[in-house]
């Protein structure tokens, strides 16, 4: 490591208190020489935006109606997976993180992970069925 590599390293860790972490990696040791707790208020905070509160609106109307109506919405055709769902949108104007779990607001998504056992009872629970050729296609 050059001299200029070397002044650049210790700006990046101006202000920080060295220890065990300085010479290998050690993230507990980082945490425990340099973390201090916050103890002032919360009036730096912000309230939510417009957009934001729109769309808990939206949200929270969709979330009464699946409460009123007692259906829960499952897509029975698809696994969970980071590619798996098209971007869903609540409101895709208003929305700064976009994308929904699922191609809908409020659907479900089947997570076989945690095991097809769970994922039939958790079905069987909202009158649902898992289809066999889905279950072996995924083993």
């Known amino acids: ?31 425990q020489k340099n973390y201090k707790p ?7 905070l912000e309230g939510p935006t417009e957009a934001t509160a729109d769309l808990w609106q939206s949200a929270n109307a969709l979330i009464q ?32 993180i976009v994308g929904l779990q699922t191609d809908e607001p409020l659907k479900r998504i089947m997570n076989p992970y ?3 056992r769970m994922v039939k009872s958790s079905l069987a629970a909202y009158g649902y069925e898992l289809d066999p050729q889905i279950e072996a296609s995924f083993q």
């Open 65 to 96: 109606e699946e409460v009123r109506n007692k259906t829960v919405n499952v897509d029975l055709e698809r696994f969970s997976g980071i590619d798996n769902f098209e971007p869903g949108y609540i409101d895709r104007d208003k929305e700064v």
């Open 38 to 44: 916050y103890e002032d208020d919360e009036s730096f």
């Open 1 to 31: 490591m050059d001299l200029m590599e070397r002044t650049e390293m210790k700006q990046a860790w101006e202000g920080f208190v060295e220890g065990l972490w300085s010479q290998q990696i050690d993230v507990r040791d980082f945490i």
């Open 114 to 116: 945690g095991g097809f």
